[in-house]
Nanobody, 124 residues
C-alpha cells in the first residue's frame, strides 16, 4: 500500500487560513484521485474534499464549500488543501488518502495507508 504523508497543520484564530500538503512516502502518488478527510475528537473520520487525477473534478463536503480548495501538482507529487475562513468546528486531525474507482469522489474506495495526519486547531 501507498503510505500517505500530511503536513501544514497548525493553530490559527477563526477566519484564518492554512494550506495543507499531502504526498507519499517511497513512491509517487498513483494515477488516482486523492481525498482529504478529517477526524475531530469523539467523531468519526469524514470526507472533506477530493480531486481526480487530472484535477478537472473536485468535490467538497457541504460545510467547507466556498472556503476550502483542493488542488494537485504532479511535478511536486503533492496534493494541497487550501483552507480559508476557518471556523472552530474545522478543528480536527486532517488526513489524505488515495481514492480508487469510478463515480462520486466521496464514494470511491480508500486504498492507501493512513498517515499520521496533521492537526488543525481553530480558536475563537
Amino acid at each position: 500500500q501507498v503510505q500517505m504523508v500530511e503536513s501544514g497543520g497548525g493553530s490559527v484564530q477563526a477566519e484564518g487560513s492554512l494550506r495543507l500538503s499531502c504526498t507519499t512516502s517511497g513512491r509517487p502518488i498513483p494515477s488516482y484521485a486523492v481525498g482529504w478527510f478529517r477526524q475531530a475528537p469523539g467523531k468519526e473520520r469524514e470526507f472533506v474534499a477530493g480531486i481526480n487525477w487530472s484535477g478537472g473534478l473536485t468535490d467538497y463536503v457541504e460545510s467547507v464549500k466556498g472556503r476550502f480548495t483542493v488542488s494537485r501538482d504532479h511535478a511536486k507529487n503533492t496534493v494541497y488543501l487550501e483552507m480559508n475562513a476557518l471556523k472552530p468546528e474545522d478543528t480536527a486531525v486532517y488526513y489524505c488518502n488515495i481514492l480508487r474507482g469510478l463515480g462520486p469522489l466521496q464514494s470511491r474506495d480508500i486504498v492507501g495507508s493512513w498517515g499520521q495526519g496533521t492537526q488543525v486547531t481553530v480558536s475563537t
